[in-house]
């Protein structure tokens, strides 16, 4: 869905886990850059090349990856993504969130626990050649280098300009985006939407929830037209209210 000129919310449909699941990555672009924001599920680049192309615009020419943080979701098409380019995309991040990207350290949520819960939340009927293969996938992740750091406070002088603003508590180094020439924000998980509105992060997939709201206050600043909910996709419409609302607990 095109936003503005030189911006659009990729959606991206699949069976996850027996159950059908969309997710909304980000494509920013002009005449020297191609920016994807978030990399969506392994296994699903067909599926972001497919979007993209909607948009009028060729994957294989990306120059950029932003990754909001370290989830399967979001960075799990990372290596096919760098593979399919005609030249190596900059791979984008912070600081904190780069080991995990990379492989160095294990992702932050797949703990001893979870894993050895794993089977809990198959469907009965989910095959067992399945299921070996989703647990080595959670295992041993997809992974690529990070070659750029961003940081909070910053600004990329591309695409009508882009902010990167911190936003921890759903992960540790998790950020979000702003882009100035849409006024539209890019909010990765730090708000998702639920029937066009927004609504605080998961408890459950948050690993520090009273951090991850009062994060959202770093919005403030910002005159906000569009958000973009990695879950839950675009909201409009008074918007600076609503997460004000979100980041003081206060219902919507």
């Given at each position: 869905m095109l936003l503005a000129k030189g911006i659009a919310m990729l959606e991206i449909t699949a069976a996850i886990m027996g159950k059908s699941t969309t997710i909304y990555p980000t494509l920013i672009w002009d005449n020297d850059r191609q920016i994807l924001i978030d990399t969506a599920h392994p296994g699903q680049l067909p599926l972001i090349?497919?979007?993209?192309?909607?948009?009028?615009?060729?994957?294989?020419?990306?120059?950029?990856?932003?990754?909001t943080h370290q989830d399967i979701?979001?960075?799990?098409?990372?290596?096919?993504?760098?593979?399919?380019?005609?030249?190596?995309?900059?791979?984008?991040?912070?600081?904190?969130?780069?080991?995990?990207?990379?492989?160095r350290k294990r992702l932050i949520k797949i703990t001893d626990e979870a894993l050895a819960n794993l089977d809990l939340m198959f469907p009965p009927e989910t095959p067992a050649a399945f299921r070996a293969a989703f647990r080595k996938m959670l295992e041993h992740p997809p992974h690529a280098n990070v070659t750029a750091q961003l940081l909070g406070g910053g600004k990329l002088d591309v695409c009508g300009g882009i902010s990167i603003i911190n936003t921890p508590g759903h992960t540790p180094g998790h950020i979000s985006l702003y882009h100035h020439a849409s006024q539209t924000l890019i909010a990765g998980d730090a708000l998702i939407a639920e029937n066009g509105k927004l609504a605080p992060p998961a408890p459950a997939a948050t690993l520090d929830y009273e951090r991850a709201l009062q994060s959202l206050k770093a919005l403030a600043d910002y005159p906000i037209q569009h958000v973009i909910c990695y879950h839950g996709g675009l909201c409009s419409g008074q918007l600076n209210e609503q997460i004000a609302q979100i980041s003081d607990g206060a219902a919507v």
């Open positions: 090349q497919k979007a993209a192309a909607l948009e009028g615009v060729l994957l294989k020419q990306i120059t950029d990856v932003v990754l979701d979001h960075i799990g098409s990372l290596p096919a993504v760098i593979e399919q380019a005609d030249y190596a995309p900059r791979v984008w991040s912070s600081d904190i969130e780069k080991p995990y990207i990379e492989g």
